[in-house]
């Protein structure tokens, strides 16, 4: 539960809860949201912990009733892979980049759930406060990720990046020969900033897909940017008009629909 008492108990404002649940959300494993409800249910009163998980149980009512089994291991001060079931064959590696929020668009136990722990091990990139991908340390996160990571392991790999995080997913792909690179939401970086990588284009081997809501252009204005330089499909999602498509499409319960146009099944 991450030493959520001792943290429950230094809460003194409604600032800090709201912060306490939001770092709890960022990080937390399925089984271990599963196993903090049923602490907060027999050790109350956490009345401000119990209408947060009332809200998460409504956006995933299987995260509480039956967790995926995922274990968090930190690789680095950037990198948290989830692993799934160490000894399943043909797994897959979900590389994914988080945005500025410090999610993939969803609270990570309601991401993980989407995904079969026989089928798949989820790394996760996430900036650490006052980082950008344009830091040279985080440009180069992927072969460090590769070091740390037996990547022959896995039956394939693909990369997933949200917002702020779908134009490094696109870069990772390319950089380890992914199967597929997948930018949700996804922007250019500031030009003085961070220039697209010389050779940069699209490879046979590397399936590129740009996703965004139909109905919101500022994302469908970058998806053609990054497209331009990085080629790859541009997937409008219909009757989306906001930048998180990914909560859209959860609430709709469509989501599972995506994932397997994307080459993303989350079942495998």
Request: aromatic share 8%; with cysteine.
């Amino acid at each position: 539960m991450r030493d959520f008492a001792q943290k429950a108990r230094e809460c003194s404002t409604e600032n800090a809860w709201n912060r306490l649940h939001i770092d709890l959300e960022n990080v937390l494993a399925p089984q271990e949201l599963a196993q903090l409800a049923r602490y907060e249910q027999s050790a109350g009163p956490f009345i401000r912990t119990a209408k947060w998980l009332d809200k998460l149980r409504r956006l995933s009512p299987d995260v509480f009733d039956a967790p995926r089994c995922f274990q968090a291991e930190p690789l680095h001060a950037n990198l948290t892979l989830y692993r799934g079931a160490p000894y399943a064959r043909n797994r897959r590696l979900l590389f994914t980049f988080a945005g500025n929020a410090g999610r993939v668009m969803l609270p990570m136990p309601v991401f993980l759930q989407l995904f079969d722990p026989l089928a798949w091990d989820v790394l996760v990139v996430c900036k650490q406060r006052g980082q950008s991908y344009c830091d040279a340390a985080l440009q180069d996160i992927a072969p460090a990720a590769a070091g740390l990571l037996d990547l022959a392991e896995y039956r394939s790999v693909a990369c997933l990046g949200t917002s702020s995080g779908g134009f490094p997913a696109i870069v990772a792909a390319l950089r380890i020969g992914a199967a597929v690179g997948v930018s949700v939401g996804g922007s250019p970086p500031p030009a003085d900033r961070f220039a697209f990588p010389a050779g940069l284009g699209g490879s046979g081997s590397t399936r590129l897909v740009y996703v965004h809501g139909a109905d919101f252009e500022r994302d469908g204005v970058s998806a053609a940017i990054l497209a331009r330089h990085a080629p790859g499909e541009i997937l409008a999602v219909p009757g989306v008009a906001r930048h998180n498509v990914l909560a859209a499409l959860i609430a709709e319960g469509t989501i599972g629909a995506l994932l397997d146009s994307i080459g993303i099944s989350g079942g495998g």
